[in-house]
C-alpha cells in the first residue's frame, strides 16, 4: 500500500471515513483504539503507530500501539517532558525525526521493543488548545516524514480528539476514563471571598461537534462557504451598527473583519476539508492551533487577536452547528457562572441569581470582579481551563477564600467544604451579633468603620453591614456599567438614591476616577505608555472640565439641602486640590444662581493616593476637609509594582516597615493640622492589617462591606498600645515587615 507522502486528500480523506466507521461501531473502546492504530499505521506506511493519553494532568500512558510490544499497553508511562512523547505533549508541537534514538530527549522504554524503530513523527492530539494526547507513528528506516504526512497526521489527530470528546475511548483506567467525568481541582487567583455550592451555568454552551469526519466531502466545502459569508454578512452589519466614536469596540470588530475575510484562514480549513474534516472540525482545528498560540505569545496585542480569532471561530461553530446561545437549557438550581471572562454589565444582567463565578481569565482588580463584590458573590478568577472541562449542570464548589473551584468534587471535598462554609456561616452570625457595637479596642480606642460602595446593589449592606457611613462611594462604576454617558438627570436620581438609602450616614462621593485600568467604553481612549501613571481621574477633570462640572452639578441637586461630601481622586499636588475645590464653589454659586437648593453643609477631600502629597505643603493640609488615603494606588507607587500584575502584585508586603513608617507620618502630618484622616483601599479591610493602622494612629476605616464584621470582631479583641509596642519592636529589630510579630502576638 502506498503511503500518505505521495497522495492527496483522497487517501486522508479514506482513512478518515475508516476512522469514522470505527467511531460508529458498538464494542469496547480499546478494541476501538486499537483498530484505530492499525488503520493508521497501515495508511501511513508505518510499522508503528500509538496512541498516548493523559493518565492525570501530568502522566501520559501508551493506551493502543500496532507495532511495538502489546504488553506494553497500559504499562508504559511518561511524565510530561519527558522523552519525545512526553516533548509533544508539553510544547504541544510535534517532533519529526529520522533518527529517534540519538535524538535529544529520547527516552528508551525496553518494554515497548521501540529501540528497532529510527524515525519517529509524534502529533499533540489537541482539541481547543487543550492536549489530550499523542499520536506517534514510527517507522525503522530513517527517513523524515514530509510536511505533507505531518499534515495527514495533525488532521487524524483532531478526528482524535473529537472522538476522545465524544467518549468514543473511555474504557478502564484513568486514561481512559470519560471525559468530564473527573474531578478536576482549579488553582485560580481569589478575587470575592466567600464559598459557594452549586451547579455549573456556562456563560457560553460549549459547542459539540457529533461528526469530525465529513459524510460527503463534496457539500462540505460548500457548507463552510456559506457559514463564513453568513460570518462576514454579520460582522458588517455589527460594524455598522456600532458608533464611529467607540473605536475600541471598532478596533475589535476590524479585527473580525480582517479574519473573516483572511484567506490564509479559510485556505487552512479549505485544506482540512479536502483531506476529509467535516466544516466543524476543521474550524475547530484552526481555532486550537490559535489557542495553542495563544498560550506563548507574550505580546499583549497579538494575544488579543488570537482571543478575536477565538471568538469568531465560535461565532462560526454556532452558525455551522446551529448551536445558538439559546441551547434551551435551564438554569440549574444554585447557579455557578462558568465564563473565559464576563463584562460587568452581562455580569450585573444575572444580578443576585449566581452563587458563584469561576473565570478562566479575569483579574481580581477587573470591572467584573467589582461588581462581583457588590454583590458578594464569591468569585474565583485565572481558573485555567475550567470552560474546556466544565459541562452545564456540572456540581461545583467556588471557595473564593482560597481561590479555589472544585468541579465534579468527590464526597470527602465535598464534606470539608460544607464544614468550612457552615464555620463562615456560624462567624457570620456572630459578625452579626456585632452589628450595632462600635469597634472599639480593649484600650478604649475608637475606630469608625465605614463601606466603599458604587453600584446601586451596594445601597442594602449599609444597613446590613453597619457600616457607619461610605467612605468611599467610586462614582465610575455607575459610568462603567453604561454603554453611554449617563445624563445629569439621572446622576441627580442614582445620587438621591444613594443619599436616600444612607439615611443621614456619611457618604464620601469620590468623583469621577477614570483612567488607567478604568476606561469608559464610549469615551475617547487615549493611547498612554503607562496609563497607571497616566492621564486619569482629576487630571482629567482638569484638563477637561465639562463632565466633572456636570458631576459636581449632579450631586448638589442630589443633596437637596443635606449635608455633601466630595473628594478628589488621585491629588498628586496641592494645586490640583486648589483647582478641583474652586470647581465645587464656582458650581455652587451656579446652582444658586438658577434657584436650586444648596447642600447643608459641604466638605471637600482629597485622596491621598501619590507618595508625592503626604509632603504637600502645610496649606494643603489646612485646606482639606478630610483626606482619604487610597492605600491600592498609594502601595503601587509607593513600592513601583503594578496593582494590577500578579507578578509582582503581592511582592510588598503591606505590613513593611517603610510603608507602616510612611502611613504614620501621615498621621502625624493630619494631626498636627487637624485633619479628617481614614483610609479606604483594600488593606483595610483585612483585620490584621486594619489593627496595624489603627496602631499607626489611623481612626477611620472604610472597605468592603463583607470585611466590617470580621475588622470589627478583632480590634474589639485587641489593645493598640500593645500592638504599637510589638510593631515599633519589630521595627527595631530591622526586619521587613511587621507581620510575623503581630500574627504571633494575635495567637498568643
Ligand atoms: C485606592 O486606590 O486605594 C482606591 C480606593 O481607589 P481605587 O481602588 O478605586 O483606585
Ligand atoms: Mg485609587
Known sequence: MA??????????????????????????????????????????????????????????????????????????????????????????????????????????????????????????????????????????????????????????????????????????????????????????????????????????????????????PEAELPRLEQAVEQLRVDVDQMLSSVNPAEKDQRDVLEAYRMFANSRGWMKRMRDDIVRGLSAEAAVEKEQSAARARMQVVPDAYLRERLHDLDDLSNRLLRILTGQGIDTGAEMPENPILVARNIGPGELLDYGRSLRGIALEEGSVGSHAAIVARALAIPLVVNADRITAEALNQDHILVDGDGGLVHLRPDDNIVSAFRDKSAMQAEAQKRYVSLREMPAQTKDGATVELHMNAGLMADLPSLVSSGAEGVGLFRTELQFLVRNKMPKRSELVAIYSRVLDAAHGKPVQFRTLDIGSDKVLPYMKPTDEPNPALGWRAIRVGLDKPGVMRMQLQALIRAAKGRPLTVMFPFVAQFDEFQAGRDHVHRELEREASLGHVLPETVEIGAMLETPSLAFAPRQFFDMADFISIGGNDLKQFFFAADRENERVRRRYDTLNVSY????????????????????????????????????????????????????????????????????????????????PAVKSWLAG
Not at 478502564?172 to 455550592?197: C, D, I, K, N
Not at 483601599?681 to 481612626?699: K, N, Q, S, T, Y
Open 3 to 216: 503511503s500518505m507522502a505521495d497522495r492527496s486528500g483522497g487517501e486522508s480523506r479514506k482513512l478518515l471515513g475508516r476512522l469514522r466507521d470505527t467511531l460508529a461501531e458498538e464494542g469496547p473502546a480499546q478494541a476501538r483504539l486499537d483498530r484505530i492504530t492499525h488503520l493508521i499505521a497501515d495508511s501511513m506506511g508505518a510499522e508503528v503507530c500509538s496512541i498516548y493519553l493523559f493518565r492525570d494532568s501530568d502522566t501520559l500512558e501508551l493506551c493502543a500501539t500496532e507495532g511495538l510490544k502489546p504488553e506494553s499497553v497500559h504499562q508504559t508511562r511518561l511524565r510530561v517532558g519527558e522523552g519525545l512523547v512526553g516533548r509533544v505533549a508539553k510544547t504541544a508541537e510535534p517532533v519529526n525525526t529520522a533518527e529517534a534514538p540519538s535524538t535529544r530527549g529520547f527516552r528508551y522504554m525496553p518494554e515497548t521493543g521501540e529501540e528497532l524503530y529510527s524515525s519517529f513523527l509524534g502529533i499533540p492530539v489537541q482539541r481547543l488548545g487543550e492536549t489530550l494526547g499523542v499520536l506517534v507513528v514510527q517507522s525503522k528506516d530513517k527517513r523524515v516524514y514530509s510536511e505533507d504526512e505531518v499534515y495527514a497526521l495533525e488532521v487524524v489527530a483532531m478526528v482524535l480528539a473529537e472522538m476522545a470528546e465524544l467518549g468514543a475511548f473511555v474504557g478502564e483506567g484513568e486514561a481512559m476514563s470519560a471525559p468530564h467525568q473527573r474531578a478536576v481541582l482549579f488553582r485560580g487567583t481569589a478575587a470575592q471571598e466567600g464559598t459557594a455550592e452549586g451547579y455549573v451555568w456556562l456563560h457560553e454552551p460549549r459547542v459539540v461537534v457529533a461528526n469530525p469526519v465529513a459524510d460527503d
Open 660 to 739: 507602616l513608617t510612611f502611613l504614620e507620618r501621615i498621621v502625624e502630618r493630619c494631626a498636627e493640622s487637624g485633619t479628617r484622616l481614614s483610609f479606604c483601599g483594600e488593606d483595610a479591610g483585612r483585620p490584621i492589617e486594619a489593627v496595624c493602622f489603627a496602631a499607626m494612629g489611623l481612626r477611620s476605616l472604610s472597605m468592603r462591606p463583607a470585611s466590617i464584621g470580621p475588622v470589627k470582631h478583632l480590634l474589639r479583641r485587641v489593645d493598640l498600645g500593645e500592638a504599637k509596642s510589638v510593631i515599633e519592636n519589630a521595627c527595631a529589630s530591622g526586619s521587613m515587615t511587621v507581620r
